[in-house]
């Protein structure tokens, strides 16, 4: 008698098991975050994807919303802790964590936070 035995894999996307993350905070009155959401943000999502990092994009509709606390929702208390590293608090905000540690903040500078990125994976 012949026996099979099945496995199964399952697929999780690699930003599920990434500890890395490039963060986008921004919102949607923002032009130069609109800009950078617009022309790319996918190709940074494909490299994250491709090197083994998360990409996390955080947008609220209103800019002038961004001082209220909460406002980000459950991303909110890391946008608040980059900015206490020296983040401009005005958006586009890009900064990469490893977990719950910020490793590094870069204003507006999204190419820089790529790099970063990148290299800490």
Known sequence: ???????????????????????????????????????????????????????????IRDLRDMPEIGIYGPADPVLRAALGRGGRPYPPIFFVTDDDAILSVHGQDWQAALLAARDAE
């Open 1 to 59: 008698m012949l026996r099979f035995v099945v496995a199964v894999l399952v697929m999780l996307p690699v930003s599920a098991l990434a500890e890395t993350a490039f963060h986008f905070y921004g919102a949607e009155n923002c032009p130069p975050c609109m800009a950078f959401k617009r022309d790319h943000l996918a190709g940074v999502q494909a490299i994250g994807h491709a090197d083994g990092f998360a990409v996390h994009e955080n947008v």
